[in-house]
């Protein structure tokens, strides 16, 4: 079998979303039966992180325990990467010692670079660019709500940043609309999404019109890891890209509203709207485990029959 990456919401097929999504239903489904499912026994998952992280972290690490493997985390102030060794000759070794390997780091091309020397599957735990495993649970978890995605409207507010280009991609894969608010200066940069084209999202300068009859509202920290040092001038920014009560009210009424987490009460997002009855971000963060775990499988074992 040749070796399969996970480095963009792209390199999975609408066709394999499919088995994914319900292979995630049935691994969950296992999990909470307390049944033991060790697909990956005796595998080795690398985790190197060069930003910080909860939820990939654990997500991962969890997961490949209780798919009866190991989990092995590498941080760059802890490695070698640290201190200048090149991409190429870390996932050269790192490849031939392990399974499989998840990285978070800053550009996407490092990560390019790594898959391109690696003996085994790259998965993407968030770049600059993009953050598909948060796209391929927060899917997931529109579908246990709510049933199919594909012709549905999500409603992105605030940065156009990794994970608003993560889910610009989902909608060309798997065919739903995505309306995109951002403050002017921040706008989608299609070529940085690496998009097919245009026909799957519209941009609105107003965030209200982008939530109205949106099936899902979805937002982030107005700064992503990286980009600190805009902080302040991004504060003033985006301080009417809040999703609030307002918004949601103009939302489907059976709209759900996710977030990536970590979050900002009172900055992206108003507390009232993240602990209130159209939010399923624990869920979502639950998810994170799952997913993962049928993606480990499918890209260790493939299609598994069950
Ligand atoms: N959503 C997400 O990736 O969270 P962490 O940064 O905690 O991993
Ligand atoms: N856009 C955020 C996501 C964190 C999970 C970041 O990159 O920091």
């Not at 799952?290 to 069950?306: C, I, R, S, W």
Request: hydrophobic share 40%; glycine share 6%.
């Amino acid at each position: 079998m040749s070796i399969r990456h996970f480095l963009q919401f792209r390199d999975i097929d609408r066709a394999e979303y499919a088995y994914l999504f319900d292979r995630t239903r049935w691994i969950k489904h296992k999990f909470k039966s307390y049944e033991r499912y060790w697909p990956l026994e005796d595998r080795t998952l690398v985790m190197i992180f060069e930003k910080q992280s909860t939820r990939t972290r654990l997500s991962f690490e969890a997961g490949m325990h209780q798919l009866g493997g190991a989990a092995i985390y590498l941080n760059t102030r802890d490695s070698q990467l640290g201190r200048g060794e090149p991409v190429e000759d870390a996932a050269q070794v790192i490849s031939r010692m392990s399974d499989l390997v998840m990285i978070r780091t800053f550009e996407q091309e490092i990560i390019e670079r790594f898959a391109a020397n690696s003996r085994v599957p790259v998965i993407n735990g968030l770049t600059n660019e993009y953050h598909p495993c948060q796209i391929l649970a927060d899917i997931y978890t529109y579908i246990e709500h709510r049933g199919p995605i594909t012709g549905k409207t999500v409603c992105w507010i605030g940065d156009s940043n990794n994970v608003c280009n993560t889910w610009l991609q989902a909608a060309e894969v798997l065919d739903f609309n995505v309306h995109v608010s951002t403050p002017p200066g921040y706008e989608v940069e299609p070529e940085r999404a690496n998009l097919y084209g245009t026909d799957n999202y519209e941009e609105f300068a107003d965030p209200m019109e982008a939530a109205k009859g949106a099936d899902l509202v979805t937002t982030d920290v107005w700064t992503s890891m990286g980009f600190e040092a805009e902080n302040e001038a991004r504060r003033k920014a985006f301080e009417d890209w809040q999703v609030d009560a307002e918004m949601m009210r103009v939302a489907r009424d059976d709209a759900l509203f996710l977030h990536c987490l970590p979050a900002h009460r009172g900055e992206e997002v108003a507390a009232e709207v993240i602990d209130g009855p159209h939010s399923v971000v624990w869920d979502e963060a639950e998810n994170r485990l799952h997913a993962q775990k049928a993606l480990m499988e499918f890209l260790l074992l493939g299609k598994v029959k069950t």
